[in-house]
């Protein structure tokens, strides 16, 4: 049996028309910068559930573009501002906005995204760990050794590894 809530959200758009044009207001508000929350027509669990019963009517990749647009249109301010184009630009602001729209954080707990992000499997930019040169020598020599070595022929002779006395804790 449906809940009172649902039947009520149920009936806010009966056709597919007008859960059309609502999904169509709906992208517009996105994309102009605005909240889910602040969206007039609906609140966000009527909208939720209209998007999980009529994808056809409200297709997540067009609400996935609204959204995008939205961002760009922070982002954009933002670079306005920054850049001297926007007078009386409030940065502190700007960025508070941003934590709330964008999800930014003050410290990223995995570290810094900046440029070196990149998509993982969801689309979500996914920040590399700065590493140490020691890390990093590390994970190579674990790559290097990761093959299967049939005989200790393979392996680096203590002899031919050069020393050059720039590595931690080296005795030449």
């Not at 609400?63 to 933002?78: D, H, K, M, P, V």
């Not at 570290?111 to 700065?130: E, H, I, Q, S, W």
Request: hydrophobic share 40%; glycine share 8%.
């Amino acid at each position: 049996m449906a809940m009172p809530d649902e039947a009520a959200a149920a009936l806010k758009w009966p056709t597919r028309e007008a859960r059309q044009a609502a999904c169509a207001e709906f992208c517009a508000h996105l994309a102009a910068g605005f909240s889910v929350d602040s969206f007039p027509g609906a609140d966000r669990t009527t909208l939720r559930y209209f998007t999980e019963q009529f994808p056809e009517d409200f297709p997540p990749g067009k609400l996935e573009e609204a959204a995008r647009l939205g961002l760009l249109e922070w982002e954009r301010i933002g670079k306005e501002g920054v850049t001297g184009a926007l007078s009386k630009f409030n940065a502190s602001a700007w960025s508070l906005a941003m934590k709330r729209h964008a999800g930014w954080q003050d410290r990223p707990e995995s570290g810094g995204a900046g440029l070196a992000g990149r998509l993982d499997k969801t689309g979500r930019v996914a920040a590399f760990k700065p590493r140490s040169s020691e890390e990093i020598a590390l994970g190579v020599m674990a790559l290097l050794t990761s093959k299967d070595l049939s005989s200790a022929e393979d392996l680096p002779k203590a002899k031919d590894i050069p020393k050059d006395g720039n590595r931690p804790r080296d005795i030449d």
